[in-house]
């Protein structure tokens, strides 16, 4: 750290993404002064890696404790990073929902599960350890390295009292001055390109496959295929999203749900059990009505139930980004809050369309042509 992290960020970069211009002032003054209180203990040595420790770690620690979609996004670094470092021993400290997609990839060693009450939508569960019970444990752990994809200060704090020798992470809202390594966060890279070139300060080799589909049992292949009919266009739909920014207006979805009936799909709705009345509304207003699904399975089942189908029509949201990653074709109901190529559909070869701005006319009739083209029924326009 030669530059004060306030100053190392990019030209057209925002330093943080507060919308509240008081708390980017308070975090960036914040950031100032731990720069200068580091400079001040280290005795102006700053915050500087062990070369030892980042060329040959035995225990790295990734932190991902956001959502579904953003730990898909990681599992192809996690792969890269297994990869460069074989005899390490990898563990995801991730949500519950994180660790039922992570638990079975053979690049993980270790899943700790914490829900963050910053990001648990469905709250924290009862019996949960505190905040300093899980620092606790963590330094039982005696890490050598951590990640945090997220740039989150709060995942900084942690690994900072843990004690973890080596810490990199981006200091999207703040805490850079608790890393080793806080590089500028890349701009217009998709998230999983970001992710890996995070893991540059380890030498870890970017080039890997971005398409690294979940893993199923033969008993979960078996669920996904027994919840559709034998024959038919099984279209699996997710219209709902953890933001409601993110959602269309229900009649644009209604729209395409009777559409794809007209086509001869079946149309089976997604979703958690807090999604489940609103899917059953738009179920019912529907004048071919779809099944729905919401809230009667978990996620290792709706994979199954997606790889089973055909085709995706979904909002911005985690079965999306799943049906992606086990590689079947994809309609996104794209919103404005995040922009497609940093956050969209991934992977090689990958089959997918997004739709943005569901209030033109021609919005459904894009979703429309779209799904005809991806079932086989017409070139694409």
């Not at 960036?28 to 980042?54: E, F, H, K, S």
């Not at 992606?324 to 369309?353: D, F, K």
Request: charged share 20%; glycine share 10%.
């Amino acid at each position: 750290m030669k530059n004060s992290p306030v100053k190392n960020i990019r030209r057209g970069e925002k330093a943080y993404v507060y919308k509240s211009g008081v708390r980017r002032g308070l975090t960036a003054m914040l950031d100032a002064l731990g720069w200068w209180v580091v400079r001040v203990l280290t005795l102006g040595r700053g915050m500087r890696p062990n070369p030892a420790v980042v060329e040959n770690p035995k225990k790295i620690l990734v932190i991902r404790l956001d959502h579904l979609g953003d730990v898909l996004f990681i599992r192809p670094g996690l792969l890269a990073l297994k990869t460069h470092f074989p005899q390490a021993k990898i563990t995801v400290l991730t949500s519950r929902a994180g660790s039922e997609i992570i638990g079975t990839d053979r690049y993980v060693d270790k899943v700790l599960v914490w829900e963050a009450p910053w990001f648990a939508r469905a709250g924290v569960p009862e019996g949960q350890g505190t905040f300093f019970q899980l620092v606790q444990q963590l330094r039982k752990e005696k890490f050598d390295i951590s990640l945090d994809f997220r740039g989150d200060i709060r995942h900084h704090i942690i690994t900072w009292l843990a004690g973890v020798r080596v810490r990199l992470g981006y200091g999207i809202t703040g805490g850079r001055f608790l890393l080793h390594r806080a590089p500028a966060l890349p701009l217009g890279l998709h998230e999983v390109d970001r992710n890996l070139a995070l893991m540059a300060a380890l030498h870890v080799d970017p080039v890997v496959d971005r398409y690294v589909p979940i893993p199923l049992t033969p008993e979960e292949i078996r669920f996904g295929q027994s919840v559709w009919p034998d024959t038919g266009k099984r279209v699996v739909m997710h219209p709902a999203a953890g933001d409601s920014a993110k959602q269309w207006p229900v009649n644009r979805l209604i729209e395409i749900c009777d559409a794809l009936g007209r086509l001869g799909c079946d149309v089976m709705i997604v979703g958690t059990s807090q999604e489940r009345f609103a899917a059953e509304a738009l179920a019912n207003a529907c004048i071919i009505r779809p099944r729905v699904m919401a809230g009667k399975t978990d996620l290792r089942q709706l994979a199954a139930m997606i790889s089973a189908a055909v085709l995706m029509v979904g909002s911005d949201s985690g079965p999306a980004h799943m049906a992606v990653t086990q590689g079947i074709p994809t309609i996104m109901l794209w919103s404005q809050t995040n922009e497609p190529g940093e956050w969209g559909p991934w992977g090689r070869g990958v089959q997918a369309e997004v739709v943005r701005e569901p209030e033109r006319e021609q919005a459904v009739g894009d979703v429309l042509a779209a799904a005809k083209q991806f079932l086989g029924l017409q070139q694409h326009r």
